[in-house]
DNA sequence: TACGTTTCCGAAAACCTTTTATTTTGCTTC
DNA sequence: GAAGCAAAATAAAAGGTTTTCGGAAACGTA
């Protein structure tokens, strides 16, 4: 047994030695009730002589409040889910809020066992952090506590979510390079069956359209998300369309391995291809040669918002729909302006 | 506000549908002091009918223990402290304990008021995750609860922390680059004021010595833990020596840029030149080409042990002291016995 | 003095569980 | 059938806070 805890100052204590009763001490620490300004500053000086803090444990009883919102990752060994949850961390970290962090790890069983544990102990909400935009099941039915899902959408409308807008994302990727002058754009990216991939093509393809531009190569190249297949769609484009001016990639692992793969094979970057990426994921895109210019879907500022609106909706004020986020191009120096010399 | 909550079952419902006292119920669902089999069934079976989930906070109230851990981590932008972290909450999620989330991202001030907040909810016990595994300053120093690092060590000797083994594994990758016969063996790592990179030094030095071998180039090559160190680093121990056969990096980004370097200098991985990294950050090692033989840290093991033991240590069998836990090589092609054909 | 208004304060209930001390029950023994 | 005893059940206290509601004090007015 650790050695016996000095018994905690409790809202007795700062009552005896402000000479009130613990209601009066109450009602002064919270700034509720009548009581007057001589007699709440008596208070707070016996609060702070005493270094009191209120016992939350005892306080929730009473109030319901927990001032607690369970984190419930889907798969948090994955890359995107990480940042959401700081994100999140941070916006309620820096109020009154705790957070108890649950990884489900992609385990459907182990989710309902951390929801059920979460709502034991009175949770005032949940976030949801998902691991790839894809919609997931929804768990708000019949909860009597808010939700708010992130990075992955709900499968239910009625819910609130929150996810990084890769349709106007990639159309921004896109037009940023027409705007370079660029004319034979191809677009690589990862499998067809993420929406992440589907999105982006959708993106890439509208601003194409918009501009009166054809897509180089003709048709979106599917594949995966690794360098490897980013190396092998290098060739794959370079064939279809010798003169291909620039690739958007959907990600950036893919851009990482075509950018070395077409230096391999004598193309110049940016100056005979240019390419953007995806994800601003930076041991990748900042190591590259030359630095990759990437879309960054601002996931912390996700998980921050995110957690703001599940705070409204804790105190009343509830949002419901998919929310999508604007991302932002960063831009370095595989797809840049000339700089004047 | 959100529609009123249905009242929750208390223990009460279930004394009264059972037909017993309060106490006695309590008593049966505790499997506490005497109480008749036949009466527990009726409880339990009551209990099952209402599906009671009693109130920890009412529980904790009582019993002073929250079963409740904060989990602090100092800087989780980072790559380190996140499988640790994950490893933790692993640890604690499986049982009945819960874990809060605190990230101090660095800044000592807001690690204060994390730790001023956990401890008013009085938190059963404290894990602290570091970001690099040079020491941090304790935060044991009369605090009534325990506290376990991980990742970085406490400055306090008293305290109980788990690193990694960075001296035996370093040790072992050299001894693996020594059985697969090269003998002029250079080592590339971080600056030198990180402990890492110095532990790692020291270990490949060792067992060097250990086998009468010469380190290749004669000194450390000491920088950054880039990629692009890495490749100007393979200038440098080329140049230094230009028959050196094998190259021990101190992180996966400096191999990945000096395996690049060298293929692009006309050396074969592995054939002229075997490569080993560290870290085993599998979206560098695993696209490398070879891919990269490296030593993996079981970070997520890391944590996991350091959660067990603090959860002894709330049970009140503390430990102390620094304990290194031991990495794993992961070998891939960059360094592999020849594979018969 | 009697009375109505404010303004401020405090007693006590409520939140839900565990635990201690006490009472009741059921059984054995003489 | 009473006494004694162990086992089982319960009443009540404790844990620390918020909140309701009634009461006291202070003050002004008739």
Redesign the interface.
Known sequence: ???E??RAVTINDVAALAGVSIATASKALNGRGQVRAETRDRVFAAARELSF??????R??VT?Q?R?VG?LTSD??GRFG?PVM?GA??AF?SGET??????A?GDAFREQH?L??L????VDGLIVVGESTDPRPSISRDL???VVYAYAPSDDPEDVSFVPDDVAGSGDAVRHLIALGRRRIAHVTGPTHYTAARERAEGALGALKAAGLPLSGDRVVYGAW???WGRHAAEIVLNADPDVDAVFCGSD?IA??LIEAARERGRRVPDDIAVVGYDN?E??SE?TRPPLTTMDMNLELLGRTAAQHLFAA?E?RATSGVHRMPCRLVIRDSAAPPTPR
């Open positions: 047994m650790p050695s805890r000095p803090q209120p016992n939350p444990l005892a929730s009883l319901g927990t607690t984190l948090s060994v990480i700081l961390e941070d970290g705790a957070v108890l962090l649950c990884d790890r951390y059920r544990t709502l034991a102990r009175r009597s506590i808010p690794s360098q490897r692992q990482a391995g994921w041991v990748l190591e804790i009343g």
